[in-house]
């Protein structure tokens, strides 16, 4: 008989219950395509980050306190200190070597053209190494300077026969000295000199398009720096920075065994910079956190707004949803009233109307879910260009939202239905 | 024996004596209509028999217990086992159908079963009319829905405020017959009516006038006839 009077007015009273289902699909949109955008919006501004460069620099100690005395980084590209060539590949045999999508070495040296001093800089570009433990794997800078655009000809890739006797010129000097892809530039280092062929002219927007890139063996040729480098970018995939990351970050040692055990077994930035050094002789591993850390912090902002804003429209809807029920509870005094006085507590009345609209709420819910995908979807495509993945969590969110607004928007109408007197609603005076 | 007892019951609404010193007994399988003009305190009376509201002052005696003591709660579950209501604008649930409507009464009584108030609609004569919504009905057919609702958990006491006040005269005569029949079957009805014919098919007539019982009239004795089986 229950499920009869409850099918009885969602079938007869369809007008009224279609207001409340669409006024609950209105926040549950809004909720659902902003809780939606908000638990993948940390995914999609991390991937931003990976491919604006590398998270991580590895450098020599000594390099390090310079710059950290004179807080003049960088300074002086030409290097007085140098890390190792041969411990590279340990950078993959730390705990997390499958977080590390991408690393390269760099070596940096004055060249001399035609009278003019040009910084020349050694990496990989596409480098096939193995592995110690067997493994074989490519890394280099391609992938990492993804914004760079090769303007005319191509990037240098070591694995094509010829590569490793030319260069990338950057466009600035290109321009400065006239040549384009094909010609050949001479130019004479610290230890030998020689003339070699442009594979490229690239665009970087910085620095780098006064500068001649070329690859690693070629440039510790030219410098005298065999088997050495000056430092290792590394491009790592990270879980973010919480309390325990933060007090780690200052000084390892100061955790319990517990803690250091979580910290070095998640895939904090500082445990990887810190496994880094332990496999990098006499090095310093940074996080590139000037970025990450405003780009956390508009992040947090941004996540905050939406949740402001999801709350609002949630207000909002159980205001909506609470005059709505009232007033469908008030028109349907009589009916309450009838029910009371042929027996029906209180209680049994309650659960009649919160069932109708529990099922109507979850009706309107379930369509609102599905817009707000949708919403979700078109912001995801206009800001990040990407689709939102669903997350497991935003359903029994949006659903257990979708309750307790439609139960707090409810409370007024109980309240009606326990203060009705059946006297006064019978008997028409 | 006394169903129904009230003594020097009062409803006072501020300065207003709504019931003023009422003393009424009514007995098991009684018939009685209560008259008066407009505004003498029938409703209000009916009310208080009814248990949906309480009076100010005096004793009300439904089986012999006093329901001025009981809670609001307690009030529901008397009007549920005890009473029978049928009302002037019939207030049937306009969402379920004529079927559903005798039912809703067995769901907060007991349990439904739609046997038993399909026939109790066979008995109002709407055997066929079972499936309609209320808006389907004429007022005569929704007063006798209300007949069969009122009547369906076999209450001790029927209670009709102006039951035929929006029906013309030939259902006003199907009304009055159904009421005939329950009588005869020993059940206990009150009455409340403006119309004389439906005041003298009672056995007794109370008149009421500003809150005060003023007259009484009719065979009191043959309300003593006992229960037979009901419905
Ligand atoms: N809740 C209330 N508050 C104040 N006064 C009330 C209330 N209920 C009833 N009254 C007053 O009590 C008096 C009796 O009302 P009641 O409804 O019992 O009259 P009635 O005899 O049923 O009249 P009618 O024949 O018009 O239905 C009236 O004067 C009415 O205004
Ligand atoms: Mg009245």
């Known amino acids: 008989m229950f499920f009869r009077m409850v099918k009885g007015v969602l079938f007869r009273q369809k007008g009224k219950m279609a207001m409340i289902a669409f006024t609950i699909a209105l926040g549950a949109s809004l909720a659902t395509a902003m809780l939606s955008v908000m638990y993948d919006v940390g995914d999609k501004v991390n991937q931003e980050l990976k491919t604006y460069g590398a998270n991580i620099t590895v450098v020599p100690k000594e390099a390090s306190v310079v710059s950290d005395l004179y807080e003049v980084e960088g300074a002086s590209t030409i290097p007085t200190s140098y890390l190792k060539e041969d411990e590279l590949g340990n950078v993959k045999t730390i705990f997390w070597a499958f977080n590390i999508v991408d690393f390269a070495p760099f070596v940096s040296t004055e060249v001399n053209i035609d009278g003019r001093d040009v910084t020349m800089v050694g990496t990989w570009f596409n480098h096939h190494m193995s592995l110690p433990t067997g493994e074989e794997l490519d890394a280099g800078v391609v992938s990492m300077r993804s914004w760079w655009d090769v303007a005319s000809g191509r990037w240098l890739d070591e694995s094509k026969d010829g590569d490793a006797a030319k260069i990338m010129v950057g466009s600035q000097l290109a321009d400065q000295l006239g040549v384009h892809e094909g010609d050949k530039v001479s130019l004479k280092g610290d230890a030998k000199g020689g003339s070699y062929e442009v594979a ?71 445990s990887i910079c810190y496994q880094l050094q332990e496999v990098i002789t006499d090095s310093v591993a940074k996080a590139v956190r000037q970025v990450a850390e405003s780009e956390g912090a508009i992040l947090d902002k941004t996540q905050l707004l939406m949740v402001l804003i999801t709350v ?116 028409g005076r | 024996m006394a169903l129904l007892e009230l003594k020097n019951v009062y409803k006072i609404y501020g300065d207003l004596h709504a019931l003023d010193d009422v003393n009424l007994t009514v007995d098991e399988g009684e018939w009685v209509a209560i008259m008066g003009p407009s505004g003498s305190g029938k409703s209000t009376l009916m009310n208080i028999i009814g248990c949906m509201d309480k009076p100010t002052r005096g004793q009300v005696l439904l089986d012999g217990k006093d329901i001025a003591n009981e809670s609001s709660r307690g009030l529901t579950d008397i009007r549920r086992d005890k009473i029978g209501l049928i009302f002037q604008q019939f207030h049937l649930i306009n969402y379920l159908t004529a079927l559903e409507n005798v039912m809703v009464a067995q769901y907060y009584h007991s349990m439904p079963d739609e046997k038993e108030a399909m026939e109790a609609l066979k008995r109002v004569g709407l055997g066929d009319r079972a499936k309609h919504l209320p808006s ?17 958990n076999h209450p001790e006491l029927i209670l009709a405020d102006e039951p035929t006040g929006n029906l013309d005269e030939t259902n006003e005569k199907i009304v009055l017959d159904l009421f005939r029949q329950l009588h005869d079957e020993g059940t206990t009805l009150i009455v409340v009516t403006h119309d ?36």
């Open chain 1, 200 to 270: 490229g002219v690239f665009e970087a927007g910085g620095d780098e398009d006064s500068q001649i890139y070329a690859p690693l063996d070629l440039v510790q040729d030219i410098s005298g720096t065999d088997g050495l480098i000056s430092s290792i970018e590394v491009s790592a995939i990270t879980t973010p920075d919480n309390e325990l990351s933060r007090q780690a970050a200052k000084d390892p040692s100061k955790l319990t065994v517990a803690q250091y055990e979580t910290w070095y077994c998640t895939a904090y930035v500082s």
């Open chain 2, 196 to 231: 004389a014919e439906v005041g003298a098919s009672a056995q007794r007539v109370i008149t009421l006038e500003y809150g005060k019982v003023t007259s009484s009239h009719g065979d009191t004795s043959f309300g003593k006839a006992a229960r037979k089986d009901v419905v």
């Open chain 1, 312 to 427: 609002l429209a949630l207000i909002g809807s159980a205001l909506g949803i609470s005059n709505l029920i009232t007033a469908s509870v008030m028109e349907r005094s009589q009916e309450i009233g009838l029910l009371k006085a042929i027996g029906a507590h209180d209680q049994a009345i309650s659960a009649l109307l919160l069932t109708e609209i529990i099922i109507v709420a979850l009706l309107g819910g379930a369509i609102g879910f599905g817009a707000g995908y949708g919403f979700a979807q078109i912001i995801g495509y206009s800001v990040f260009n990407a689709s939102i993945a669903l997350s497991p969590m935003v359903i029994p969110l949006v659903v257990l939202l979708v309750i307790v607004v439609t139960l707090a928007g409810s409370i007024p109408a109980i309240r009606t239905v326990l203060r009705l007197d059946p006297a006064e609603v019978l008997h």
């Open chain 2, 136 to 152: 389907q009905l004429s007022g005569g057919e929704q007063q006798r829905v209300c007949v069969a609702r009122a009547l369906i």
